[in-house]
């Protein structure tokens, strides 16, 4: 009998905190103040919703763990170092990360820099490391690390803060606004899925343009279900600074939609999602039930 979801989940998330450990810099070891803000930045906290979708469309085809613990760890050391990037002065500037102070209050604005920096450069050495543990043939292995830099430039994640950055103020169309989170958040999401499945194996076409239509729908929810929260939660719930969109003047699904039609739409992307897993039958059992926690989730 397979475990529970929550059971699932809880396992995945403890083993990628020991594992990050692992992958990570000693704490003492030199620059050790570097290395300590990155342990604060990347442990002990957060969803971990990359590294289980990594893992649930891992599950599709059979892929190794090894490779998959370092596929998972990568694309959260890149989500990590975007977080700590974004709540900068610079950026969004905010206080309040996980429930905690954010790495640029905790020490300071150049380690905070730096932090951003050293977990995006230890992501690819992770992932570059899966081919020695597990015999991932190259050309994968290429194509899995060009998928990660990809979804992090600037045709993905790095594009689309760039364009919330420039956007604050601005009326955006809805179509602009799902543009650019489909690269700030949605680039990352999609990652996520596609490396756990190339963990496992090549894809062909039809397997990758459902995964693709998966990875969308639930991109989308995320960002949606963010904007919800943002204007509905408070930051004790959230772990972060609550209100923030709209005390910084920034286009959101809510400002543009309304509250209840956002979680109308929200609720729509998670079908579609589950549509989209249709020629997996049952063993896409996890990454639907990573759609509901998406759109269901409080925080």
Same mark, same amino acid.
């Given at each position: ?40 930045? =990347? ?15 891992? @599950?599709?085809?059979?892929? &190794?763990? !090894? ?18 990037? &974004? ?41 570059? &490391?899966?081919? !020695? ?5 190259? @050309? ?65 076409? !039809?397997?990758? @343009? ?9 991109? =989308? ?16 719930? =959230?772990?972060?600074? @609550? ?40 063993? !896409? ?6 759609? &509901? ?7």
């Amino acid at each position: 009998m397979s475990a529970s979801f929550q059971d699932w989940m809880k396992t995945i998330q403890a083993g990628m905190e020991q594992d990050m450990d692992g992958y990570l810099p000693a704490a003492g070891a030199e620059p050790a103040k570097l290395h300590e803000a990155m342990r604060y930045a =990347l442990l002990g906290g957060g969803k971990r919703v990359r590294p289980l979708l990594v893992y649930a469309a891992g @599950a599709l085809f059979g892929a &190794d763990a !090894a490779v998959l613990s370092r596929a998972a760890a990568a694309v959260e050391m890149i989500h990590a170092y975007s977080l700590v990037h &974004d709540d900068m002065p610079c950026m969004d500037d905010d206080e309040l990360r996980r429930g905690k102070p954010t790495v640029h209050v905790a020490y300071d604005e150049a380690t905070a820099l730096l932090v951003g920096d050293a977990l995006q450069s230890q992501a690819f050495l992770v992932l570059a &490391d899966a081919a !020695a543990v597990a015999g991932l043939p190259p @050309a994968r292995l290429a194509a899995m690390l060009r998928l990660l830099a990809h979804a992090s430039g600037s045709a993905g994640m790095c594009g689309g803060q760039a364009i919330d950055l420039d956007s604050v103020g601005l009326s955006l169309t809805l179509e602009q606004l799902e543009r650019m989170h489909q690269l700030k958040t949605g680039a990352l999401l999609r990652a996520s899925v596609v490396l756990g499945a190339l963990a496992g194996k090549e894809l062909d076409e !039809a397997e990758l @343009a459902a995964l693709n239509a998966y990875a969308r729908a639930i991109g =989308l929810a995320f960002q949606v279900v963010d904007d919800v929260l943002d204007a509905t939660a408070d930051s004790a719930t =959230l772990g972060k600074t @609550a209100g923030k969109d709209a005390a910084d003047n920034k286009p959101t699904y809510v400002s543009i939609l309304g509250l209840e039609p956002s979680r109308v739409l929200a609720e729509q992307l998670r079908l579609d999602a589950h549509a989209a897993l249709a020629p997996f039958g049952e063993q !896409a059992m996890r990454l639907r039930e990573l759609a &509901d926690l998406i759109v269901q989730r409080k925080a």
